[in-house]
Nanobody, 126 residues
Framework: QVQLVESGGGLVQAGGSLRLSCAASGSMFSRHAMAWFRQAPGKEREFVASISRNGNSDYADSVRGRFSISRDNDKKQVYLQMSNLRTEDTAVYSC????????????????????WGQGTQVTVSS
């Protein structure tokens, strides 16, 4: 079991930056692939970024080059550095985890992640 708590959301102007954090509790954090998803009002939840156990990353096209995902296994944290934010980035951002083999392929499907945080609101104003 992994419990996840996000922080770092807030209100920022377009072009600004924010860093989201996701703190995990429970055992074997290092054996979990981690991901960030977001859900805007009236829209379905969408994949943002993921990071594998060995640090490989994957990004949605809409955020590639602007967002960066990282993890610190000693601190049991995963981060999402967001730069050059746009109004369309406004959403509730949620952290997710899945226990995987070291060589497991990365996935963008939210149903592949059984553990979720409660989310943190990011609002980008024009």
């Amino acid at each position: 079991q992994v419990q996840l708590v996000e922080s770092g959301g807030g209100l920022v102007q377009a072009g600004g930056s924010l860093r989201l954090s996701c703190a995990a509790s429970g055992s074997m954090f290092s054996r979990h692939a981690m991901a960030w998803f977001r859900q805007a009002p009236g829209k379905e939840r969408e994949f943002v970024a993921s990071i594998s156990r060995n640090g490989n990353s994957d990004y949605a096209d809409s955020v590639r080059g602007r967002f960066s995902i990282s993890r610190d296994n000693d601190k049991k944290q995963v981060y999402l550095q967001m730069s050059n934010l746009r109004t369309e980035d406004t959403a509730v951002y949620s952290c997710a985890a899945r226990h995987t083999r070291l060589s497991a392929p990365m996935t963008r499907a939210n149903h592949d992640y059984p553990y979720w945080g409660q989310g943190t609101q990011v609002t980008v104003s024009s």
